[in-house]
């Protein structure tokens, strides 16, 4: 009865969400900052391939890395490699003329992290019609237009989420009819990667939750401004006294999540998030606060797209569409774990 409830209930959630939130952003997105021109990430050798990085955000610790894995990458399989990108996560119109500009530049191939997954759909096939190699990076995108997508299995990593934030619960000695609140702040309504980890989290929840632990039904949206994402966060403060629980779905919402938990030094809170940020590390190496993060292994997405990127354009095929990098959660206490610190090297 219980995952009945869950499957209409998760339903309706991503279709309210989506719906309103699309139509907030519409209304309310940030005029376009202009882009830069693509840099050369290696030496730049004529006559070797040349590969295309576009990535969501520049200027971000979790993209950085992503830039990291294609420049070593093109460096040890000997190809050219440039990269650019949008400053904002939503910023989808700059990401498509970035797409067209790789085209008229004569790229090889292409390696994209979509900034819109349903906006960017018709580019992506468009160009991939052309028979230029299209790789995927952390996030898909609503068509088969592309050749192989490296990302995070987000369903499950929102089911991770969820897991270590009961846990958390647990190991703080909370009852299971203790009156408990969690809210949640999303950076977008049409990346499929959020609206994945979102889903993960809530089926987890409603499968293993006790009925009094409760998700606000109010599912904040920043739409990539973290700053926005400060100002929600402090209306959940005020308006939920029993607030207990703060999960953030992507990079800058977990920014935003765990400045707003620093700054009212509200160690009484459990946090979860992804990725890490300068804010969400403090917290989770400290012992005063209970914060969890969800780690990717976004060096290995854009590194193992760079190789692929190169064995199509010399004729190779790829029998999958979709390679799951997996994640590492990481918490106060498992940080000297080998695998964990290994996975903390490349974020």
Same mark, same amino acid.
Request: with cysteine; hydrophobic share 35%.
């Given at each position: 009865?219980?995952?009945?409830?869950?499957?209409?209930?998760?339903?309706?959630?991503?279709?309210?969400?989506?719906?309103?939130?699309?139509?907030?952003?519409?209304?309310?997105?940030?005029?376009?900052?202009?882009?830069?021109?693509?840099?050369?990430?290696?030496?730049?050798?004529?006559?070797?391939?040349?590969?295309?990085?576009?990535?969501?955000?520049?200027?971000? $610790?979790?993209?950085?890395?992503?830039?990291?894995?294609?420049?070593?990458?093109?460096?040890?399989?000997?190809?050219?490699?440039?990269?650019?990108?949008?400053?904002?996560?939503?910023?989808?119109?700059?990401?498509?003329?970035?797409?067209?500009?790789?085209?008229?530049?004569?790229?090889?191939?292409?390696? *994209?992290?979509?900034?819109?997954?349903?906006?960017?759909?018709?580019?992506?096939?468009?160009?991939?019609?052309?028979?230029?190699?299209?790789? *995927?990076?952390?996030?898909?995108?609503?068509?088969?237009?592309?050749?192989?997508?490296?990302?995070?299995?987000?369903?499950?990593?929102?089911?991770?989420?969820?897991?270590?934030?009961?846990?958390?619960?647990?190991?703080?000695?909370?009852?299971?009819?203790?009156?408990?609140?969690?809210?949640?702040?999303?950076?977008?309504?049409?990346?499929?990667?959020?609206?994945?980890?979102?889903?993960?989290?809530?089926?987890?929840?409603?499968?293993?939750?006790?009925?009094?632990?409760?998700?606000?039904?109010?599912?904040?949206?920043?739409?990539?401004?973290?700053? =926005?994402?400060?100002?929600?966060?402090?209306?959940?403060?005020?308006?939920?006294?029993?607030?207990?629980?703060?999960?953030?779905?992507?990079?800058?919402?977990?920014?935003?999540?765990?400045?707003?938990?620093?700054?009212?030094?509200?160690?009484?809170?459990?946090?979860?998030?992804?990725?890490?940020?300068?804010?969400?590390?403090? =917290?989770?190496?400290?012992?005063?606060?209970?914060?969890?993060?969800?780690?990717?292994?976004?060096?290995?997405?854009?590194?193992?797209?760079?190789?692929?990127? =190169?064995?199509?354009? $010399?004729?190779?095929?790829?029998?999958?569409?979709?390679?799951?990098?997996?994640?590492?959660?990481?918490?106060?206490?498992? *940080?000297?774990?080998?695998?964990?610190?290994?996975?903390?090297?490349?974020?």
């Amino acid at each position: 009865m219980k995952k009945n409830r869950f499957t209409v209930l998760i339903i309706l959630i991503l279709f309210i969400f989506s719906s309103c939130s699309k139509k907030e952003s519409e209304g309310n997105q940030k005029q376009e900052q202009a882009i830069p021109d693509f840099a050369p990430l290696t030496e730049i050798v004529e006559g070797r391939s040349d590969i295309y990085l576009i990535t969501k955000v520049l200027d971000s $610790n979790y993209w950085d890395v992503v830039v990291k894995g294609a420049k070593e990458a093109g460096e040890e399989f000997g190809c050219n490699v440039y990269f650019s990108g949008t400053y904002n996560e939503m910023d989808w119109q700059n990401q498509e003329k970035l797409l067209d500009k790789c085209v008229s530049l004569g790229a090889d191939a292409i390696i *994209l992290a979509p900034d819109d997954s349903i906006e960017l759909a018709p580019k992506i096939e468009e160009i991939h019609s052309q028979n230029i190699p299209i790789i *995927l990076v952390d996030t898909a995108a609503n068509t088969d237009g592309y050749d192989i997508c490296y990302m995070t299995d987000n369903l499950l990593a929102g089911n991770e989420a969820a897991q270590e934030m009961l846990n958390q619960f647990h190991s703080l000695g909370f009852s299971n009819n203790d009156e408990i609140t969690v809210g949640i702040l999303v950076g977008s309504a049409t990346s499929q990667t959020i609206n994945e980890r979102l889903a993960g989290f809530y089926q987890y929840w409603s499968l293993n939750a006790p009925d009094s632990w409760t998700i606000i039904s109010d599912i904040k949206n920043c739409n990539g401004d973290i700053q =926005l994402g400060d100002e929600l966060i402090e209306s959940l403060l005020d308006d939920y006294p029993n607030l207990k629980g703060l999960y953030g779905t992507n990079n800058g919402p977990t920014k935003a999540l765990a400045q707003v938990v620093s700054e009212h030094e509200r160690n009484d809170i459990v946090l979860v998030g992804f990725d890490y940020s300068d804010e969400i590390k403090s =917290l989770v190496e400290s012992p005063d606060y209970h914060a969890s993060t969800i780690l990717q292994r976004q060096y290995f997405m854009s590194y193992k797209g760079v190789q692929s990127a =190169l064995g199509l354009i $010399n004729g190779s095929s790829i029998d999958i569409r979709f390679e799951d990098t997996g994640v590492v959660t990481v918490n106060n206490k498992n *940080l000297s774990d080998p695998e964990v610190k290994s996975v903390i090297e490349n974020n």
